[in-house]
């Protein structure tokens, strides 16, 4: 078996899964006491919520880059005019009712008429026309705000989204942090805003430490809670912290909330003693794959591509690393409409198919395929020493090099002519044209793109005046042909979950906001004493 080159050897199971946003990871905790009594089941509205996520050094959504990082960090303090379910469905929010024109050019939205922001500031549709005209000339955000050309006041709680393009691009846009959220419009032009969000939220900011910490106090102002299911409990911290370190702080009675890494061993003793519970997380479409670099040899030939599909053992990988996730070969998440159960047996694994392909290609000897980057963030190092034995076994042989997640995520592997790397991939929203864009014509994920007539597809798959239907079929035609062409090896679907405390409530079945897209938002969890 090859032996890995200029990466060092890592302990299976030692840090997260997760990684930061923009890459689509998750890793969550939260405030209680694993070594405390058990839960009384009476409601702690004095609770503080602890939870851990990648930070972010501007709370500002409009300066950020990120938007699933962006929403995990303010989701105490903003809301937005969409929701994203457990089961990756759209949910009211600020909005209560949305429909498309006949001709689906504009998009007409039903906004509340009870909400108003910290500032006393009252929610209307003069709110979302100033955000969202802020969110067009901002040069973090604009293009994110793209699918909307502008808005039309039809009455204080009634607008019309004229759009760019008939697409249903703009209902992931509004559900996402930019053009999604919305800030109090007396507050836009705050000089400070980076650092002190004005939003419609259950809480208000404490204090804000960038890349490192934000907290939320409760807000006390007559009528500022407008989802009665919201604020129970009075402060909310968002930390940075690594997952070794939140084992340690579950097991101390720290914290409360923890994602799993699909090595629970440690806390297994507080599982079995009923302190500690496992929530899994069956729909986050966060995707670990392998990036083939179609412009750089061998992976221009579709035939060492699909070699190295046939190759990769992928149920014992994933076995090992991350048993409650899924094995996957497509690149679709099962959440995302497109996704084709039938697609998963393409590249059972075959080693000697994956040596006839090779010798096809003109490599009967085997192949010298490079270095292949890898995300210095668990198991990635695990699993490429995996799979590198794998590839070795039928005659590709690659090497390893750690990189960092966020440079591999901003054009670190696309720019450098590596053929690949291992990493996430990130989906920015549940529309399947807008997933297929990002991975397969996005210069940062797919250097080189795909051919035109496959582009054009691509375009018509989110057709905002096609049926369910002929949008699923369209979308399924190009993961069939992204598949067969091996653009990626996908390794695993999902997170293996969160590890909670018995004190952690609100957060059952559905409620898991933001999962499908690697996020959490906590709005309904509740603490008891």
Request: charged share 20%; proline share 6%; aromatic share 8%.
């Amino acid at each position: 078996m090859s032996r890995p080159h200029n990466l060092p050897r890592t302990r299976r199971f030692r840090a997260a899964l997760g990684a930061a946003l923009g890459v689509g990871a998750l890793l969550l905790s939260a405030c209680g006491s694993a070594g405390s009594s058990p839960a009384s089941g009476e409601a702690d509205p004095n609770a503080t919520l602890r939870l851990t996520y990648a930070g972010v050094q501007s709370l500002d959504p409009a300066a950020t880059p990120g938007s699933t990082a962006m929403l995990s960090n303010t989701w105490p303090v903003y809301d937005r005019l969409l929701q994203i379910s457990e089961d990756g469905e759209y949910l009211p929010m600020l909005a209560t009712k949305w429909a498309f024109s006949k001709d689906g050019t504009s998009l007409r939205l039903n906004l509340r008429d009870d909400v108003k922001f910290s500032d006393g500031t009252p929610f209307t549709s003069a709110t979302v026309k100033a955000n969202i005209e802020r969110y067009q000339k901002e040069p973090v955000s604009k293009d994110l705000a793209s699918t909307i050309k502008s808005v039309e006041v039809i009455d204080d709680h009634t607008v019309d989204l004229q759009l760019a393009a008939a697409s249903r691009a703009v209902l992931g846009a509004i559900s996402a942090a930019a053009p999604g959220i919305m800030i109090s419009e007396k507050a836009l032009d705050n000089p400070d805003l980076t650092t002190v969000p004005v939003g419609s939220g259950a809480w208000v900011i404490d204090s804000f430490r960038p890349g490192e910490r934000v907290t939320y106090k409760r807000r006390t102002d007559e009528g500022g809670i407008w989802d009665p299911q919201t604020g129970k409990v009075a402060k909310i911290e968002i930390a940075v912290r690594a997952t070794p370190a939140a084992y340690a702080a579950i097991r101390s009675g720290q914290v409360d909330v923890v994602l799993s890494n699909g090595d629970i061993r440690e806390l297994q003793s507080g599982i079995d003693q009923g302190t500690l519970k496992v929530r899994p997380l069956k729909n986050a479409s966060t995707t670990a794959a392998l990036h083939l670099n179609q412009t750089v040899e061998p992976f221009d030939d579709v035939r060492v591509r699909q070699a190295v599909n046939y190759a990769i053992n992928r149920e014992p990988l994933v076995e090992a690393l991350v048993p409650t996730t899924t094995a996957r070969v497509q690149p679709m998440a099962s959440v995302v409409k497109g996704f084709d159960e039938s697609l998963e047996s393409t590249y059972d694994y075959d080693p000697e198919k994956a040596r006839q392909l090779l010798a096809a290609a003109g490599h009967p000897n085997g192949v010298d395929a490079g270095t292949f980057y890898v995300a210095n963030y668990e198991p990635f190092p695990d699993a490429a020493q995996i799979i590198q034995a794998d590839l070795a076994e039928v005659g590709i042989k690659i090497d390893l090099e750690l990189m960092d997640i966020r440079q591999l995520s901003a054009g670190g592997y696309s720019q450098s002519k590596r053929p690949g790397a291992f990493m996430f991939m990130s989906y920015p929203g549940l529309e399947p044209g807008v997933n297929l864009k990002w991975f397969l014509e996005g210069a940062t994920t797919l250097p080189g793109g795909v051919p035109e007539d496959i582009a054009t597809k691509i375009a018509a798959v989110d057709d905002s005046t096609a049926t369910d239907q002929e949008r699923t079929s369209r979308a399924e035609a190009v993961v069939k042909w992204a598949t067969e062409n091996a653009m990626y090896a996908p390794m695993w679907q999902g997170v293996p979950g969160w590890v909670m405390t018995d004190k952690v409530h609100g957060v059952e079945t559905g409620k898991a906001f933001l999962a499908p897209l690697g996020g959490q938002d906590f709005r309904y969890a509740w603490m008891s004493k």
